[in-house]
């Protein structure tokens, strides 16, 4: 009797250790079939959010912040506005220029002369009483240019006129009718413009649109794109139509003919 209960509670044991068995099997399968689901959801969201950021139209194709377009120096923390008091500063003299010689009609050659005079006089006047009250004279600085800076400043110029001139020239060529079209409707419109106003009122109109522009497009880059990405894909059907309908009916010249292998 005693060995049939023995035998019979071995049986429930094992039956037991094969029940639990059973379901830490089916918790572990279950727990991993969690993480490769979490996993496989976790990849999917960052292939999407990748997929995403790819598809982004920028303007002109950038794919640099602004500021390293600027070069990522100081000029481009003055336009950007890192640093607003220097950055007001530089537009606050520009104004100042621009009041001095558009407003007031003043000319360079009598601002300096009136700044020389007035310079001059303070300083002689100065040195002069400082001798009746016993005080030392002002102490006025030698001032000498660098060699190096104006040598480098010539140097950037000079790239930068021989890369507009090979441009202009590779314009001319005639190999390219888009670029040429786009050349001359810009001078055209710098004509226009010029009309209006003169060099100084121009160069001003830019200087503050270079402080303005970038970093209003900085703050505001993804709705910008979004409609300069409209505008450009109907620019793009317009020129397709005007392509169509004028530039291909303009008669050009006889094909060279091809070697013969």
């Known amino acids: ?47 999407s959010s990748a997929s995403v950021n790819a598809k982004i139209w920028r303007l002109f194709g950038r794919e640099k912040p602004v500021h390293s377009l600027f070069g990522g120096g100081k000029p481009a923390d003055v336009f950007l506005w890192r640093n607003k008091k220097i950055s007001a500063g530089v537009l606050g003299v520009a104004t100042a220029i621009w009041v001095l010689f558009e407003l007031m009609e003043y000319h360079l050659l009598t601002l300096v002369c009136h700044f020389s005079i007035f310079a001059l006089a303070v300083i002689f006047l100065w040195s002069s009483a400082s001798t009746f009250i016993n005080k030392s004279p002002p102490r006025i600085p030698e001032v000498k240019l660098a060699e190096e800076p104006i040598l480098q400043a010539a140097s950037a110029l000079r790239f930068e006129i021989n890369y507009a001139l090979a ?72 020129y397709a139509v005007f392509d169509a309908k004028v530039l291909r009916q303009i008669p050009r010249g006889p094909l060279k003919d091809k070697k013969r292998a």
């Open 167 to 238: 441009a202009l020239r590779d314009v001319a060529s005639g190999r390219d009718l888009k670029k040429f079209l786009v050349i001359i409707a810009g001078l055209w419109i710098l004509s226009v413009l010029g009309s209006y106003c003169n060099f100084l009122t121009l160069f001003y109109i830019v200087f503050v649109l270079l402080h303005t522009v970038p970093v209003l497009y900085e703050k505001y880059d993804d709705k910008i794109d979004a409609y300069a990405e409209k505008a450009m894909i109907e620019i793009k059907k317009q």
């Open 1 to 47: 009797m005693s060995q049939h209960v023995d035998h019979s509670e071995s049986l429930m044991e094992k039956i037991a250790e094969k029940i639990h068995g059973h379901d830490q099997k089916s918790t572990d399968s279950s727990s991993s079939d969690e993480d490769t689901d979490k996993k496989s959801t976790e990849k999917k969201s960052t292939d």
